[in-house]
């Protein structure tokens, strides 16, 4: 597990919050494990989004406190992402029962998910998280991502989506 967390800024319940971010997969083998975060949007309650990466898709989800059935996840966007090139991710998001509750994602200038409905918890004070999060099952694979340009907060970043900030890259390693 190797993460990096905002959790001194949270964002209360209800709040508009605004990411942007760009990542780096690199090269290796296919990667498999049962369960593999690469960023969410974590609370205190529940994490209200999470994105994942393995055998080459990006897969986004999402949660809900319902009453008697507890945390509800459910699947926004499973998609291919490729390796060994850089991806521009904006997202924007609202924790909020069904009418108030919004979850919105772009990745390399394409929006990827469109929901409105229940999202989150009342209460939750989500904080963001990026990073390789490896939880159970066999991890035979390594995984290195590399990460840039994080923005977040409650600025409108709906400029990220057509001109994201450019990637100053690191020397190539030999």
Do not use: C
Not at 18 to 43: K, L, N, V
Not at 100 to 126: H, S, T, Y
Not at 159 to 164: E, F, G
Request: net charge positive.
């Amino acid at each position: 597990r190797s993460e990096l967390d905002g959790y001194r800024q949270k964002f209360n319940h209800g709040s508009d919050v605004w990411g942007s971010f760009a990542i780096f997969i690199e090269p290796g083998a296919e990667y498999r494990s049962d369960w593999t975060a690469i960023t969410q949007m974590h609370g205190s309650m529940l994490r209200a989004f999470h994105l994942h990466f393995q055998q080459g898709k990006l897969t986004i989800l999402s949660e809900h406190k319902a009453p008697r059935a507890g945390v509800v996840i459910a699947s926004r966007y499973s998609g291919p992402l490729s390796r060994n090139a850089w991806h521009n991710f904006v997202f924007h998001f609202r924790e909020g029962a069904q009418d108030r509750g919004r979850l919105e994602f772009w990745l390399d200038g394409k929006k990827i998910v469109d929901f409105a409905g229940e999202i989150g918890a009342p209460g939750n004070q989500a904080y963001w998280k990026f990073g390789i999060y490896r939880g159970y099952g066999p991890i035979a694979t390594p995984l290195a991502i590399q990460y840039a340009n994080m923005e977040i907060g409650t600025s409108d970043l709906t400029d990220r989506i057509a001109n994201p900030l450019d990637i100053k890259q690191l020397a190539q390693r030999n």
